[in-house]
């Protein structure tokens, strides 16, 4: 049995599409967006919840196991990435493409979701994600023909 198949028969179709979205950014923290809040699961969770000092919590069971979870509101979201970015740390954002509510009347198990953006410090570009104190240097490269 292939390791996504046996993903899928033992856990929540929310935890399945978690998972094939972590395996399409390996190396980034993957900030879901579950309703009013961005949370972070398995290693995510505990990185996260050490690097920005808060709470570490549990989400459900997975493989008979509880699924560590940490998460931050998604409205004041930017002070919490900025704090991993900080450290080194890269995050891809993901967002939910449908609304909650239409997903349900149309049957489907759980919201799509999908990665909108990945955020390292090479790609910060909002003013309160940058030290104002600091330079922020940028480089490109072009490539002929392109």
């Known amino acids: 049995m292939s390791d996504a198949t046996e993903k899928e028969q033992k856990t929540t179709p929310m935890l399945v599409q978690y998972f094939e979205l ?19 699961f398995f290693d995510d969770a ?20 509880d699924v560590p979870m940490c998460g931050v ?3 004041a979201y930017e002070s919490y990435l900025a704090k991993l ?3 080194g740390y890269k995050v891809a954002i993901c967002e939910q493409m449908e609304d909650p509510k239409e997903s349900k009347k149309n049957g489907n198990k759980t919201v799509l979701r999908d990665v909108v953006r990945l955020v390292t ?15 922020n240097y940028l480089s490109v490269c072009v490539l002929e023909g392109a």
């Open 22 to 40: 972590k395996d399409k950014y390996p190396g980034y923290l993957l900030f879901y967006r579950l309703g009013d809040f961005y949370e972070l």
């Open 121 to 135: 410090a090479g790609t910060l570009t909002e003013d309160v994600l940058l030290d104002a104190k600091k330079h």
């Open 85 to 87: 970015v900080q450290k």
């Open 46 to 65: 505990h990185t996260a919840s050490k690097a920005l000092d808060i709470t570490l919590t549990r989400r459900g069971q997975y493989k008979g196991q």
């Open 73 to 75: 509101p998604f409205h």
